[in-house]
């Protein structure tokens, strides 16, 4: 299923080093998500965005921005990197009003922050 | 705010068992709780997902259940097998049924 795509899948970069992930889908859904991904910790929501103009902060916002760019993008920046930003990333997306929809998540994006 | 309990942290079961995993919420107006699974290597996907207007639903081998006067949902899983290995997370709407909390997530192994 390739209807959310993120990129890159994979990187490794350096405490201090401005870091972009990005997230592209074609289902056409209005929502879309951040969220990080920790052993033990599940999944926690970074920021995420009903609509183009709608921007809203998660549970753990701190040293991260988004920019969404159209309807089927939604970008991530670590403006900063800290080795404790290392996790899996992942991006998602919804159709449904209020919270009801399903949510369909991109492969995902690890980073290690070094 | 909303906060989601997941127990147990690890399950490990034999193949042909069943399996059950248990979540807890603190919001008494949240009406909707989706399980996703998370294979090794792989995204969530849904599995199930129930509204508070039942009590229960089933899907072939799983089914959730759902006491609301307790505020806790559990997943059952039936004649385990081997592919269902993986994470299993629970979820429950909050601040206005924007957004979803997750739980911590189980890791549910099935032992031939």
């Known amino acids: 299923d390739a209807d959310v795509t993120q990129t890159p899948r994979n990187r490794i970069t350096k405490t201090g080093k401005r870091i972009m992930l990005e997230c592209s889908q074609t289902k056409g859904h209005d929502r879309m998500y951040w969220y990080r991904q920790d052993p033990g910790l599940g999944l926690q929501l970074i920021y995420y965005s009903f609509d183009v103009k709608d921007i809203n902060k998660g549970e753990i916002s701190d040293g991260y921005s988004v920019s969404r760019q159209a309807q089927a993008k939604f970008s991530l920046s670590l403006e900063s990197a800290i080795p404790n930003q290392t996790a899996l990333y992942f991006c998602a997306t919804s159709e449904g009003r209020g919270n009801t929809g399903e949510l369909f998540f991109g492969e995902g994006s690890r980073l290690t922050v070094l | 705010g909303e906060n989601v309990e997941q127990h147990p942290s690890t399950l490990s079961v034999q193949e042909g068992d069943s399996a059950v995993i248990k979540c807890t919420y603190s919001?008494?107006?949240?009406?909707?709780f989706p399980w996703y699974k998370q294979e090794l290597g792989k995204r969530p996907q849904l599995i199930i997902d129930i509204r508070s207007n039942v009590g229960e639903k089933k899907d072939q081998r799983i089914a959730v259940t759902l006491n609301k006067t307790a505020k806790h949902f559990s997943l059952h899983i039936t004649e385990t097998q081997p592919e269902d290995s993986a994470v299993y997370f629970c979820a429950a709407p909050y601040t206005g049924f924007q957004k979803l909390v997750f739980g911590t997530g189980t890791r549910l192994l099935v032992s031939p």
């Open positions: 919001d008494s107006a949240s009406n909707y």
